[in-house]
């Protein structure tokens, strides 16, 4: 186990550009020019990788108007079925593999969250680089175990899941010969509020597993990804919609183009401001360490005149001895006349 994770010639990890998925969920609105769509703005603003949704209703959950079927609780989705919000929001199956050609051959990743154990083998046969898994699925060891099998790298989202779950479910991945696993510190609200996301469990997931962490997030605006990154994710899963008023299941809480754009550029741009450990001037501040202090005669001065805290003193530039010299010098004499001005070097001092 390492960590760094390789996906279809791409490497994740701490030393490596930070990877950046786009969620197309249900933003395609049962529309394949839309999905289309989606994919090539993607790439247009900087995503590194797709990733669809593969199930169906039927999958997921059965027909029934049971109180215990309906949601509730503050979502999105309250009022309607399990089985109806699926119905409305699952991308059928058959466009996937074309979907996969359409975003290969932009430069990009597509691959796909399974839902259960037929989408595992429709998405093997369609080729994908590797295997997502939701945050609801962490607790299906059987479906999460099956990935593994398939020798992939695993991308694990653990909304809502305890330390055990989490543990449970690369133990279960390992043993079932996982080799690549990347987890994803995710809130499982829509939206997520940035007060819930706890970022510092991101470098904590980190010590504790020893796998490349990364954010899926449901907040709106890109503060909360970008602090992320500060922190140590090496990857950023985010939901992509044409328009918010495009108005479908999870177009609320995703990004629209240009707001996705600036999240990459604030992605990038703080990836390079962490730059490495490092100490001393870099090579921008080199023209600025002749501002540091160093000591000069501050006023006219004959051989043989002592030096005191009235005609010595630390100031700007730095072409004299450093001030940590000062008290050393006091008391001495000039060994000869020195004028106003002058950078103070020991060949002044008898």
Known sequence: MG???????????????????????ANHNKNFDQAVELIKTAKKVGADAVKLQTYTPDTLTISSDDDLFCIKG?????GQTLYDLYKDAYMPWEWQPKLKVTANNLGMDLFSSAFDSSAVSFLENMGVPAHKIASPEIVDLPLIKKMALTGKPLIVS?????????????????????????????TSSYPAPVT????????????????PVGLSDHTLGSIVPTIAVALGACVIEKHLTLSRDIKGPDSAFSMEPEEFKC????????????????????????????????????????????????????IRPVNGLPPKCLNELLGRK?????????????????
């Open 3 to 25: 960590k760094t994770v390789t996906i279809n010639g791409r490497q994740i990890g701490k030393r490596f550009p930070v990877y950046v998925i786009a969620e197309l969920s």
């Open 74 to 78: 503050q979502t999105p989705w309250d």
């Open 158 to 186: 653990v909304g809502m899941a305890s330390l055990l779950e989490i543990k449970e479910a690369i133990q279960v991945a390992r043993d079932a010969g996982a080799r690549q696993i990347i987890l994803l510190k995710c």
């Open 196 to 211: 819930e996301m706890n970022l510092r469990t991101i470098p904590d997931l980190l010590g504790k597993f020893g796998v």
């Open 263 to 314: 999240m990459v550029d604030s992605i990038r741009m703080t990836e390079s401001s962490l730059g490495k450990i490092y100490y001393g001037a870099s090579r921008s501040e080199m023209a600025s360490l002749r501002f540091r202090r160093s000591l000069f005669v501050i006023k006219d001065m004959r051989k043989g005149d002592i030096f005191t805290e009235d005609n010595i003193r630390s």
């Open 334 to 350: 000039a060994k000869r006349d020195i004028k106003k001005g002058t950078p103070l070097e020991w060949e002044l001092v008898d």
